[in-house]
């Protein structure tokens, strides 16, 4: 069922493709008629959607790429240019953490530095290049991405582009500095982005989704025998709605931001999707 007519025939660019959330942007945008590029690092989980797209009657192609390369970059928009056609709707959606940009506690304690326990990371011990590389997936991986693909945009009707950006940039959270800090200029560089292509017709926009279930975080919120961790306890704690999200939870504001019939005067926005996590005080 086609549920937004406006969207049908255009051409969707999604990095991440592969993943959790950015799979469901796929799927959701193909119900529409839209025409989709599953684009990720692991060609292999690309394709997998592009089957499942396609076994429910809609197009899609998967091209594995890096979005750190800008060869790698242009090569993909050959190949989606040449199968699909110039891309109308971009979704900078690949993106992450990494281990070595992640400390061990919340807070520090005087005992991390005389009395330090085996496996503990502290601030101190914060990896450079680990955090670079968070840094460099989810800026520069947008950055690479966009030079690529909105050159086709520029001076066309109907173009968007949404980056994917998090509750993180809204509120750093403990023991993940690097990504929150590499979100917050996501978002920074949504709203620059936003002025930069207004005059040449590009409406760009993010979704800052809150706390999802995915492959990437499942350690995180789950213990081995499948209960919730501590964090995820605390999580659920400052989400009103009492629930991580799900995949059908972005949706709406998927469509709300492609489609410009609803959204038209719409950009430079960062949409929180977060079950009311940012509304949240705590007391």
């Given at each position: 069922?086609?549920?937004?007519?406006?969207l049908?025939?255009?051409?969707?660019?999604?990095?991440g493709?592969?993943g959790?959330?950015?799979?469901g942007f796929?799927?959701d945008?193909?119900?529409?008629g839209?025409k989709?590029a599953?684009?990720?690092?692991?060609?292999e989980?690309a394709?997998?959607?592009v089957d499942?797209?396609?076994a429910?009657g809609?197009t899609?192609?998967a091209?594995?790429?890096n979005?750190?390369?800008k060869?790698s970059?242009?090569?993909?928009?050959e190949?989606?240019?040449?199968?699909l056609g110039?891309?109308?709707?971009?979704?900078?959606?690949?993106g992450?953490n990494?281990?070595k940009?992640?400390?061990?506690?919340?807070t520090?304690?005087?005992?991390d530095?005389t009395?330090?326990?085996?496996g503990i990371?502290t601030?101190?011990?914060?990896?450079a290049g680990?955090i670079?590389?968070?840094?460099n997936?989810?800026?520069l991986?947008?950055?690479?991405?966009?030079?690529?693909?909105?050159?086709?945009?520029?001076?066309?009707?109907n173009?968007s582009i949404i980056?994917?950006?998090?509750?993180?940039?809204?509120?750093p959270?403990?023991?993940?500095?690097a990504?929150?800090a590499?979100?917050?200029?996501?978002?920074?560089?949504?709203?620059?982005m936003?002025?930069?292509f207004?005059?040449?017709?590009?409406r760009?926009?993010a979704?800052?989704p809150?706390f999802?279930?995915t492959i990437?975080?499942?350690n995180?919120?789950?213990n081995?025998d499948?209960?919730?961790?501590?964090?995820?306890n605390?999580i659920?704690?400052?989400?009103?709605?009492g629930?991580f999200?799900?995949t059908?939870?972005?949706?709406?504001?998927?469509?709300?931001l492609c489609?410009?019939?609803?959204?038209?005067f719409?950009?430079?926005?960062?949409?929180?999707v977060?079950?009311g996590?940012?509304?949240?005080?705590g007391?």
């Open positions: 069922m086609i549920k937004h007519k406006n049908e025939g255009r051409v969707a660019v999604i990095t493709g592969g959790v959330l950015c799979s796929a799927k945008l193909a119900k529409s839209v989709v599953v684009l990720d690092l692991r060609e989980a394709q997998a959607v499942e797209i396609r429910d809609g899609a192609i091209v594995g790429c979005v750190l390369d060869a970059m242009d090569a993909a928009r190949k989606v240019n040449k199968e110039v891309c109308d709707i971009l979704i900078n959606g690949a992450g990494n281990p940009g992640t400390t061990s506690k919340d520090f304690e005087m005992s530095l009395e330090k326990a085996e990371k601030f101190f011990d914060l990896d680990g670079e590389f968070v840094f997936l989810n800026f991986g947008t950055l690479i991405t966009t030079q690529a693909f909105a050159v086709d945009m520029v001076g066309r009707e173009v980056n994917i950006s998090s509750m993180n940039a809204y509120r959270l403990t023991r993940i500095p990504y929150s590499a979100k917050a200029g996501i978002s920074n560089f949504t709203q620059w936003a002025v930069h207004a005059d040449v017709g590009i760009v926009n979704i800052a809150g999802f279930s990437q975080n499942k995180l919120l789950y081995p499948g209960s919730l961790t501590a964090r995820s605390k659920l704690t400052h989400t009103p709605l629930r999200g799900t059908d939870d972005l949706t709406g504001a998927l469509y709300f489609d410009e019939e609803y959204s038209a719409v950009t430079g926005v960062i949409l929180p977060d079950g996590f940012s509304a949240y005080s007391v």
